[in-house]
């Protein structure tokens, strides 16, 4: 039986990727050693770092003026690392808020600035991208988070930042379709959606942002210190840098973020267009703002919550439980997640109706 | 040939540990899905999570009065988060140093409060331990690096704490041997020498040091808040904290840390007194101070350097060049690395100083 992983991350990895990663987990490149085994200051892992990295920005089209740099700790690590470094002296930032991943970035940034909200979806249940930001020019930057795995709110344009560095937890949408980098200060992203495993975090920073850092942090949260020793003033993590860069190579070979971006938008609108055309599945947000990259929905009879999940199961459809705050269901369709995987899930769902609606 | 890796991290990893991984690696205990694609907060995860750690505890014979964290940013995030976590409202913290990466704790920490020096190998060239170590009682803790990977010093016994905490960097001997944890406040060690890949960081801390963190700090950095979400405040390196069990299963197997302490001082023993016998090669460490992990050694003809490291490649030997600070060679020979290896490099040692002597 064939798995679709449906999780909305840790998530799903191409599977040639995996299997690449299988082929010279014991043997990298013909060292005769794991690439878990040798020495970030070497040259081949050098020479591996140099690739990536250049994959990476050629993926992004990322220009010479920005920084990537690869630390650890995820965004929530960034929800603190960001201020630290970004407020420069100010004591406020404005913070636009679509789901419960941003609450926990201004929850985060609350302990060293003020908070001001320039959008707040929350007060109408999380379901829309807002109509109006409103910044305040005296804020330190304009921080949003471009898709909310949660209840499935994505952007689908780049909010206009008003003279601000705009921000961005980009974790659960980077490289699902092309982005104009130019836009932003800075972009952060959790590796382990559409990246590779969990423990990464690449942020891109744009050069005159660096340099002004709270007093009494540590070394390692310092972007200007961090991008001054290529992101090895500690021992990096390896191997998922190595599987970041298997994914980049694997996206390069499909297209790149245009071909992805078509893709995808292909693969949600199947699953939207048949949630919207039943009488037993409903999808709670706008269409404007419904995610390419996680599908919240709920079945109108909740009752038949277990029997949905683990007949799906059978079926070899996993990890579609929604999250606890948001109850229900969701099918997170990250770059890995092939069409096959969403014409399953329409076809088992549809059969699911025919039987219990 | 048979490849001998004496790289000092990312540093070797059991051949059996890398077997295991690899055919299981795109069907984890028969889920149908990667250990790097499923949900940190599913019980597949937990349950292996709870083995894990359970793993761990025995073989360290951790009292329930310790929690374990799975923390993020090696040794180095850990030179901040200590004094951060362990301060608690005093001013000044103990540090012996006897190498590098006890300086770099001191420079970190220094940013936090007063660092005193309960005593100090630099001045002597760091080729020993100490024979003194004066606190004073007003300090927070008393911090030391029970081995220093560069030069190859180790401490053999625990130093008397004098009444305060004792916080260790066990980055590079952890698991090596059986140690008292009881002797201890906290223990913290990166993983990639004896425990799994980078990116992952273990901490072993008393409960009752928890609690008083310093203010306008990450949320990761607070212990207390670590261990009330056992270790998953954010997504933890999930492979990477995968391997670390493995490798727990590996020793568990080898029969735990008596075993390995004995075969770790039977290699050892072996590299030092060839070295000590030869007139081409030389040791600098004081014997007492000699560590079992990294073997630091010189050859007296500097100049025989290149041919040494090239020939040893040759042979299989790899990753034997010394740090950059240290120069001269280094044969790391963590709990991995099997005593054939070690046989190797003396039969090679041997031959290459009769060509060359």
């Known amino acids: 039986m064939t798995i679709y992983n449906f999780g909305a991350g840790p998530a799903v990895l191409p599977r040639e990727v995996l299997l690449e990663a299988q082929a010279e987990l014991l043997d990298f490149r013909g060292c005769g050693m794991s690439i878990m085994e040798i020495s970030h200051r070497g040259s081949l892992f050098q020479n591996l770092y140099e690739e990536i990295e250049s994959d990476f920005r050629m993926l992004l089209s990322i220009p010479s003026t920005y920084r990537v740099l690869f630390m650890q700790g995820g965004a929530t690590a960034q929800f603190a690392i960001v201020p630290i470094n970004l407020l420069r002296g100010k004591r406020q ?26 959008a707040d979806m929350q007060p109408s249940g999380f379901d829309d991208v807002p109509d109006v930001i409103e910044t305040d020019p005296s804020s330190a930057y304009l921080h949003y988070t471009s ?7 994505e952007f689908k344009a780049i909010p206009e930042a008003q003279g601000l560095p705009l921000v961005c937890d980009m974790s659960s949408n980077i490289l699902s379709r092309p ?11 959790g590796a382990q959606k559409n990246i590779g495993p969990s423990g990464l975090t690449l942020v891109v920073v744009r050069e005159d942002l660096m340099g002004e850092v709270l007093p009494q942090q540590s070394r390692l949260f310092d972007y200007r210190q961090v991008a001054s020793q290529k992101s090895m003033l500690n021992t990096p993590p390896t191997f998922a840098i190595y599987m970041a860069g298997l994914v980049f190579r694997w996206l390069k ?54 029997r949905f999940l683990s007949d799906a199961e059978k ?35 549809t059969e699911f109706e025919r039987l219990n609606g």
Chains 1, 2 share one sequence.
């Open 179 to 189: 982005v104009d980098i130019t836009r932003f200060g800075l972009v952060y992203a």
């Open 253 to 306: 070979r499909q297209g790149g973020l245009v071909a992805m971006q078509c893709l995808n938008e292909r693969k949600a609108k199947k699953l939207y267009d048949y949630i919207d055309s039943s009488s037993l599945y409903v999808c709670r947000v706008k269409a404007r703002a419904r995610s390419c990259m996680n599908v919240a929905f709920y079945l109108r009879d909740e009752l038949l919550n277990s």
């Open 147 to 153: 898709n909310e795995t949660i209840r499935g709110i």
């Open 93 to 118: 930032a404005d913070y636009v808020v679509t789901g419960e991943w941003g609450q926990k970035a201004v929850s985060e940034a609350a302990r060293f600035c003020t908070v001001r909200y320039a």
């Open 315 to 349: 079926a070899g459809l996993m990890q579609l439980r929604g999250h606890k705050l948001a109850g229900g269901m969701r099918a997170s369709i990250y770059n890995a997640m092939p069409e096959e995987g969403v014409d399953a899930l329409v076809a088992f769902m």
